[in-house]
């Protein structure tokens, strides 16, 4: 094992850097967000940095990256106040990378990608029509980051997209048999596995 | 596919509410934090609520839940300002998982659950001597979440300790061959298989 002080990584190459320092959070959720902005015109991106808030209520963040790197998820949520969250599955996964792509505000990353625009009732946001695994949300409220210029984005969940084969008896969902994919770094892909479920931890062990 | 509305599951059991909506985010990093009282006394808890939020600064966040549930970990890192952050692998993983219990303050979970305290140069907070990734870090901010009284916790990560053979050439850490782990929900653990790496994507593709 190596001991490697943060004075030493500050003097690595940029990319090489950031590679590294991205794989130390570990695993993340690999999700497409779905936007629309005031004029209809649709966004599809991927986010890593989904996080569980709580569940009463239903509170769930991302991390938005700096304005100048990525304005157009968070302005669209904010001008419009909805989104949604889409699980990425193996069959689009390479579709679902290339949305990170610097398109023009103009384009619509569902036609640019070739992925299917789905909307569910009178939800303005677009869900992904490919994706297992989905659920909508209304925005919550906006943290800025002051140390990074990034941004914790918190909505509240409002409907979810599911077949009830996932859900178990406990309420879990077995999202790897909904062929939900796990992320590393800026581009890696994974599938997951089972090892074990434990249940409640006690004390009195 | 099921279409779900939240008041629909805001009429569900509150623990298959919690176990379903806990699965939404997706998959999550298998974490346990370490921390030291002002007396010296250790804590060691499971975290899965980890998150990339920058590489220059490197920046990690994570919930932590109301102080009513979960005091132990953020009160130590408010008052010594470090702490760290270790992966989970499946050699020690349902020991990992039993520090969810609710331990009392003078209870040292290494000594409860049987894992080793690890101290390392001159650094006060203990790492997991059984883990194969894992870094030191000092508090930034303390960002407290008001409409569901958790926390996200923000550090700089100040030291790493890994295998120099999972360092690919280009900065990326192959933490699967680490045998790090992921998570999901409360209580069910996985490991996870490389599918696709993609490199950075072009708008011009």
Not at 56 to 74: E, K, Q, S, V
Request: charged fraction near 20%.
């Amino acid at each position: 094992m190596e001991h490697l002080s943060i004075d030493t990584i500050k003097t690595w190459e940029r990319f090489y850097r950031a590679n590294f320092i991205n794989c130390l959070s570990g695993f993340k959720s690999a999700n497409l967000i779905g936007t629309v902005n005031k004029d209809g015109q649709p966004n599809l991106a991927v986010f890593s940095s989904v996080v569980h808030l709580g569940s009463d209520p239903a509170l769930i963040g991302f991390i938005n990256r700096p304005l100048a790197a990525a304005p157009h998820t968070i302005n669209n949520i904010e001008t419009t106040g909805v989104y949604t969250i889409n699980h990425i599955n193996p069959s689009f996964v390479e579709k679902a990378h290339q949305t990170s792509a610097k398109y023009p505000v103009d384009v619509n990353e569902f036609e640019a990608v070739e992925l299917t625009e789905q909307y569910i009732d009178n939800f303005i946001a677009p869900f992904v029509a490919e994706s297992n695994l989905k659920y909508a949300l209304k925005l919550v409220e906006i943290v800025p980051i002051k140390h990074n210029n990034t941004f914790l984005v918190i909505g509240e969940i409002t409907d979810i997209i599911v077949a009830k084969e996932w859900i178990t008896t406990d309420g879990f969902i077995n999202i790897d048999k909904a062929e939900s994919m796990a992320c590393l770094g800026l581009d890696t892909y994974y599938t997951a596995t089972p090892i074990a479920k434990f249940g409640y931890a006690k004390a009195t062990k």
